[in-house]
């Protein structure tokens, strides 16, 4: 019998029953053996309308004698006898099920392509897929090149940058998810060379902060990594960027006393001294970071221009689930109802637009509506709202022109920041 991996999701109807009768369904088949099935991953679906319900996913191995051609005519009876209608690809289904590998075979037909050709790009796959079978990740983790040692990856930046060549970069702390794709793949239509970080920063986590439990999955990220671009992921070690004795640090002033700043203290500080760092060691034409995190953003252009650092800075739009919710790799925290009352925050920030459109100038009434929508979800706890200037970030009496509408806020353990630009 032949070892073949599944991908089964759903976002209409009952997902969870829909699933288990799929499951159910799929063991019974002639000549096939359920042998084993994933945790359920909930996620925003991919390349769905904007509105459209969430998925449940997980992976399956199962055992067949049947052929690819007859296993996927079997999965599409089965799709269609569990209510899927719409065939056209990124439209809400009861049920979905793909083949992802059969055995070590390799297909490109126009009805069936294996492995799955867009396998790499999709975190709701992959790490499912890691939970059942760790050795297929690991095997395509190792067609991305990473380079752990800060030498290695000085060296391999300046022959880089000896040859000609531009190079892109993407400081990240992992867990990558579209929002960070989305910069990659800008570095990579921009510059000839692209380079993501993947480095969890412990000088910029408080004492309380989530620095320990912080989400890692180094062999997943490079994966999606290469997906959208990423010619190389530097990977460096804590115990090499902070050696023994470290003692050297870069603070930015002023931009750093507000939002963030102020309830977050030697935060950026942190978020500074590491990326100087890593621009030191790569060398970059341009940087990308998102919109988010404005206000560290703003900070690094400062440091960038003040320490007269040779390259660009580019700040690229938020990327938000369909349903509003600015992405971020602490979204994983989430219980369901606390994702569901975060969407709050997104919604707070367009009624402060609306209230602004509307004619209100005065940041006091515009903030108070804004604290008075959160204030309405259980899970919530406003760490701050404020309307402030889109340069130097000190706060705003009276809209007049361009503003900043930035918050952070609470749910449960987990603090998610969010904001827009308005005027």
């Known amino acids: 019998m032949i070892i073949c991996y599944l991908g089964l999701g759903s976002n209409l109807g009952d997902r969870q029953q829909n699933i288990r009768l799929a499951l159910q369904h799929i063991g019974s088949l002639k000549n096939t053996k359920l042998v084993r099935i994933s945790g359920i991953y909930e996620t925003d679906p991919c390349n769905c309308p904007p509105g459209s319900p969430r998925f449940l996913n997980l992976t399956a191995k199962i055992k067949t004698n049947l052929s690819p051609l007859s296993l996927l005519n079997e999965l599409k009876v089965l799709e269609s006898d569990l209510g899927r209608k719409d065939e056209r690809k990124n439209s809400s289904r009861p049920i979905d099920l793909d083949i992802l590998f059969y055995g070590n075979k390799k297909i490109n037909s126009p009805r069936l392509k294996i492995p799955h050709p867009r396998l790499k790009e999709r975190s709701f796959v992959l790490k499912p897929l890691k939970e059942i079978a760790p050795s297929l990740i690991k095997s395509l983790a190792k067609e991305a090149k990473v380079i752990s040692h800060i030498e290695a990856m000085r060296k391999y930046a300046a022959k880089v940058k000896s040859s000609g060549k531009t190079i892109g970069f993407v400081p990240t702390m992992g867990y990558l998810h579209p929002g960070h794709l989305s910069l990659v793949r800008q570095a990579k239509k921009d510059c000839d060379i692209c380079l993501v970080s993947i480095f969890v920063n412990p000088i910029q986590f408080g004492p309380q902060e989530d620095y320990k439990k912080y989400p890692r999955d180094l062999e997943v990220d490079s994966i999606l990594a290469k ?13 090499d960027m902070y050696g023994l004795g470290y003692s050297t640090y870069v603070n930015v002033e002023k931009k750093t006393d507000y939002l963030c700043g102020a309830s977050r203290p030697g935060h950026f500080r942190g978020v500074t001294t590491v990326v100087a760092k ?6 970059p034409d341009i940087a990308y970071f998102g919109q988010k995190d404005f206000q560290q953003a703003l900070v690094i252009k400062k440091m960038v221009k003040d320490l007269n650092m040779p390259l660009k800075i580019k700040v690229m739009p938020i990327v938000r689930d369909s349903d509003g919710l600015a992405l971020s790799s602490r979204n994983v925290y989430l219980s369901a109802q ?3 009352d975060a969407l709050v925050l997104s919604r707070s920030l367009q009624k402060a637009k609306e209230i602004i459109f509307g004619g209100e100038r005065k940041a006091g009434k515009i903030i108070a509506a804004m604290r008075n929508e959160i204030s309405r979800k259980k899970s919530a706890r406003i760490d701050y709202t404020a309307i402030a200037d889109v340069e130097t970030l000190e706060p705003l009496e009276y809209v007049k022109q361009k503003a900043l509408i930035a918050l952070a806020v609470y749910f449960g353990k987990t603090r998610l920041i969010d904001n827009i630009i308005v005027g």
């Not at 890593?278 to 060398?283: A, G, R, S, V």
Request: proline fraction near 5%; aromatic fraction near 14%; glycine fraction near 10%.
């Open 227 to 239: 997906s959208a671009g990423g010619d190389c992921v530097f990977y460096p070690q804590a115990k």
């Open 278 to 283: 890593l621009f030191n060691i790569i060398q």
């Open 338 to 340: 606390e994702r569901s």
